[in-house]
C-alpha cells in the first residue's frame, strides 16, 4: 500500500470518524469470547443503538449527537460489522444478543432503552426477546426478528414491479437471497463493493443523494474487504436459527416502537403486533430504508417522544 492508498484509508479510520460525533469517544472491549467496538457520548439514561447492512455505527452520525443531549448513548459495531471482531460463527441474533448484554452488564448498566436499524433491529429484538429484565423500552426502524414470514419472499420479482425504487406493495429484496451464499459473494465485490452500494441506495431510499460521496466510501472502505462481506453475509445465513428460536419467545411485554420507511411502514405495523403486548408503529413515508440520513428530524421526534412517555 503507498502513502496516498494510507492516507486516504486513513480518513475511514474510527480515530477519524469519531469526529463527525462530538463529544464521543472510541471503546474496545472483549465480550462473550471476541472484540467489540462501540462508541460512547452523552449522559442520562442509556440508549443502545446498533446498525445495519450494509453500514457500521457511522451510519448514526446524522442524529447520534441530538440524541446524547438527553441521552447516554452508546453505538455498536455489532459482531461482524466496522472495527468489531469477525468470528466464524455466532451470527444468529440470539448470539449477537448476548454480546450486547455482556458489554452492557461490563459497563454497570442494569437496564437500557434499545435502538436498532435493519439487522441491528433484529439484534435489538432478539435482544428484548432473551433479556426483557435487561430491556426498558424498545425502538426498531425497518427492521424486526426473523420470522416463517421470510420463507414467503420470492425468488422473481412480480411482473412490472422490479423497478428503478422499491416497490411498497411488492419489495424484491434479491440480496435477501445472494446473501445465503456462502464464499462466492466476498469474491465478486471485494474491491467492488461501490457498486453495490450504489445500486441499494438508488434502489431503497427516495432521494439517494443524501447517502453522501463521503458516506459511501466509509462503508465501501469496510465491505470491499472479503472478510468483511463474509461476516456480514453470515446475519443472513442464520437466519434459519433466527426463525427456529423465535417460535419459542413469549410476546415482548416492554413498550415497544417500529419506525417504517415507505417500504417497511405496512409491514411493520401488520406483524409488530403479533410479537409485542404494547407496540405503537409510525410512519416515514417520505423516506427509504436509510431513514436517518433522509428524514434525521423525523426519527428524533419519533424517538424522544416515545422515550418521554
Same mark, same amino acid.
Given at each position: 500500500?503507498?502513502? /496516498?492508498?494510507?492516507?486516504?484509508?486513513?480518513?475511514?479510520?474510527?480515530?477519524?470518524?469519531?469526529? #463527525?460525533?462530538?463529544?464521543?469517544?472510541?471503546?474496545?472491549?472483549?465480550?462473550?469470547?471476541?472484540?467489540?467496538?462501540?462508541?460512547?457520548?452523552?449522559?442520562?439514561?442509556?440508549?443502545?443503538?446498533?446498525?445495519?447492512?450494509?453500514?457500521?455505527?457511522?451510519?448514526?452520525?446524522?442524529?447520534?449527537?441530538?440524541?446524547?443531549?438527553?441521552? *447516554?448513548?452508546?453505538?455498536?459495531?455489532?459482531?461482524?460489522?466496522?472495527?468489531?471482531?469477525?468470528?466464524?460463527?455466532?451470527?444468529?441474533? #440470539?448470539?449477537?444478543?448476548?454480546?450486547?448484554?455482556?458489554?452492557?452488564?461490563?459497563?454497570?448498566?442494569?437496564?437500557?432503552?434499545?435502538?436498532?436499524?435493519?439487522?441491528?433491529?433484529?439484534?435489538?429484538?432478539?435482544?428484548?426477546?432473551?433479556?426483557?429484565?435487561?430491556?426498558? #423500552?424498545?425502538?426498531?426502524?425497518?427492521?424486526?426478528?426473523?420470522?416463517?414470514?421470510?420463507?414467503?419472499?420470492?425468488?422473481?420479482?412480480?411482473?412490472?414491479?422490479? /423497478?428503478?425504487?422499491?416497490?411498497?406493495?411488492?419489495? %424484491?429484496?434479491?440480496?435477501?437471497?445472494?446473501?445465503?451464499?456462502?464464499?462466492?459473494?466476498?469474491?465478486?465485490?471485494?474491491? *467492488?463493493?461501490? %457498486?453495490?452500494?450504489?445500486?441499494?441506495?438508488? %434502489?431503497?431510499?427516495?432521494?439517494?443523494? =443524501?447517502?453522501?460521496?463521503?458516506? *459511501?466510501?466509509?462503508?465501501?472502505?469496510?465491505?470491499?474487504?472479503?472478510? /468483511?462481506? *463474509?461476516?456480514?453475509?453470515?446475519?443472513?445465513?442464520?437466519?434459519?436459527?433466527?426463525?427456529?428460536?423465535?417460535?419459542?419467545?413469549?410476546?415482548?411485554?416492554?413498550?415497544?416502537?417500529?419506525?417504517?420507511?415507505?417500504?417497511?411502514?405496512?409491514?411493520? #405495523?401488520?406483524?409488530?403486533?403479533?410479537?409485542?403486548?404494547?407496540? /405503537?408503529?409510525?410512519?416515514?413515508?417520505?423516506?427509504?430504508?436509510?431513514?436517518?440520513?433522509?428524514?434525521? =428530524?423525523?426519527?428524533?421526534?419519533?424517538?424522544?417522544?416515545?422515550?418521554?412517555?
Amino acid at each position: 500500500m503507498n502513502n /496516498n492508498t494510507e492516507l486516504s484509508q486513513n480518513q475511514y479510520a474510527d480515530h477519524e470518524l469519531i469526529k #463527525k460525533f462530538p463529544g464521543f469517544t472510541n471503546h474496545y472491549v472483549k465480550v462473550n469470547g471476541l472484540s467489540l467496538h462501540y462508541i460512547d457520548g452523552g449522559s442520562g439514561e442509556t440508549l443502545i443503538c446498533l446498525p445495519g447492512w450494509p453500514q457500521t455505527f457511522y451510519s448514526y452520525h446524522p442524529i447520534a449527537s441530538e440524541l446524547a443531549k438527553v441521552f *447516554r448513548v452508546i453505538v455498536v459495531d455489532i459482531r461482524g460489522m466496522g472495527s468489531s471482531e469477525k468470528t466464524d460463527s455466532g451470527y444468529d441474533k #440470539k448470539t449477537m444478543a448476548t454480546d450486547i448484554l455482556e458489554l452492557i452488564q461490563q459497563l454497570g448498566l442494569s437496564k437500557v432503552h434499545l435502538l436498532g436499524h435493519d439487522i441491528g433491529g433484529m439484534v435489538a429484538m432478539s435482544f428484548a426477546f432473551n433479556y426483557p429484565e435487561f430491556t426498558d #423500552k424498545l425502538i426498531v426502524a425497518d427492521g424486526a426478528h426473523p420470522s416463517e414470514g421470510m420463507m414467503q419472499m420470492p425468488l422473481m420479482p412480480a411482473s412490472g414491479t422490479f /423497478n428503478e425504487k422499491m416497490d411498497a406493495n411488492m419489495p %424484491y429484496a434479491w440480496w435477501m437471497g445472494f446473501n445465503q451464499v456462502k464464499e462466492l459473494p466476498e469474491k465478486i465485490l471485494e474491491g *467492488r463493493f461501490q %457498486y453495490l452500494l450504489d445500486w441499494l441506495f438508488q %434502489y431503497v431510499m427516495i432521494d439517494e443523494s =443524501k447517502m453522501t460521496s463521503f458516506d *459511501r466510501a466509509v462503508y465501501a472502505s469496510v465491505y470491499n474487504e472479503a472478510k /468483511n462481506i *463474509r461476516a456480514s453475509n453470515a446475519w443472513y445465513q442464520s437466519f434459519a436459527q433466527d426463525i427456529e428460536d423465535a417460535k419459542i419467545y413469549q410476546p415482548l411485554s416492554m413498550p415497544v416502537l417500529g419506525i417504517g420507511s415507505y417500504v417497511s411502514y405496512n409491514y411493520m #405495523k401488520a406483524g409488530l403486533p403479533y410479537v409485542a403486548k404494547d407496540v /405503537n408503529v409510525v410512519g416515514i413515508l417520505d423516506s427509504g430504508h436509510y431513514m436517518f440520513e433522509e428524514q434525521p =428530524k423525523q426519527v428524533l421526534d419519533a424517538v424522544f417522544n416515545f422515550l418521554a412517555l
